[in-house]
């Protein structure tokens, strides 16, 4: 186990639905990062929360709504979601973002899929 | 350009042999590289960090070059284990400029065949 326990692992949602991902680390990392994993595709960075505070939105839909109520919980909201956005998000953590050499370390992700 | 480009694969190579992967990236001010590994359906984990002088642990060799923008992995002595994607990751600017992240390659497929 790495620390950072993600649910649920497997989310099959229609496009008028709203659901949440949630992610928690044990690890007393600062820095938390949700990440898109699309088919043959590298990981996309969607939001980075250091300390709590927002500090990196990668040109994401408003349809994906991050919340970050402390450093050890994340949250991803999804609502009206697209077919395009079936994809494996992963949870991580490291420590703040500040650092050179931070690593990262991820949870097992949601696989959703969007009817 | 992407600003980190790995070797398409895949590779599929026997038991024992020794297998390389090379990885380039755009952004002179990267920081720092790591390599991970992605089994099937599972999250990526850290397999190495790169270091300037090069460093090795185990059968996993990795090595950087600043001025080609350059690193690699190498790995020798396979096994059936080792068969997974590696992601070659480097640690750059964010976009608000102050904080870095952490920008992911799309990673070789290895299958090490008995």
């Known amino acids: 186990e790495t620390g950072v326990t993600q649910t649920p692992r497997h989310l099959v949602m229609g496009m008028t639905n709203k659901k949440s991902l949630k992610c928690e680390q044990h690890l007393g990392h600062n820095a938390m990062y949700w990440y898109k994993q699309s088919a043959k595709k590298p990981l996309e960075l969607m939001f980075v929360?250091?300390?709590?505070?927002?500090?990196e939105n990668n040109s994401v839909p408003s349809r994906f709504s991050p919340e970050c109520p402390n450093s050890s919980h994340l949250f991803l909201h999804l609502h009206t979601l697209q077919p395009e956005d079936s994809a494996l998000y992963l949870c991580a953590s490291s420590r703040p973002t500040g650092a050179t050499n931070e690593k990262l370390f991820f949870g097992s992700g949601t696989q959703l899929s969007v009817l | 350009r992407k600003e980190v480009e790995q070797d398409p694969g895949p590779f599929n190579v026997p038991e024992g042999a020794t297998v390389a992967f090379n990885c380039t990236y755009s952004?002179?001010?990267?920081?720092?590289f790591f390599w991970y590994r992605q089994d099937c359906r599972k999250e990526p984990k850290l397999l190495m960090s790169v270091y300037s002088s090069g460093n090795e642990d185990g059968r996993f060799t990795a090595q950087l070059n600043r001025a080609s923008q350059y690193i690699s992995l190498l790995i020798r002595d396979s096994k059936l284990s080792d068969s997974a994607t590696y992601l070659c990751?480097?640690?750059?600017?964010?976009?608000?400029?102050?904080?870095?992240?952490?920008?992911f390659g799309s990673g070789t497929q290895l299958t090490v065949l008995p």
């Open positions: 952004n002179s001010a990267s920081q720092s």
């Open positions: 990751v480097v640690n750059s600017q964010g976009l608000s400029g102050s904080a870095r992240q952490l920008t």
């Open positions: 929360y250091n300390f709590k505070e927002q500090t």
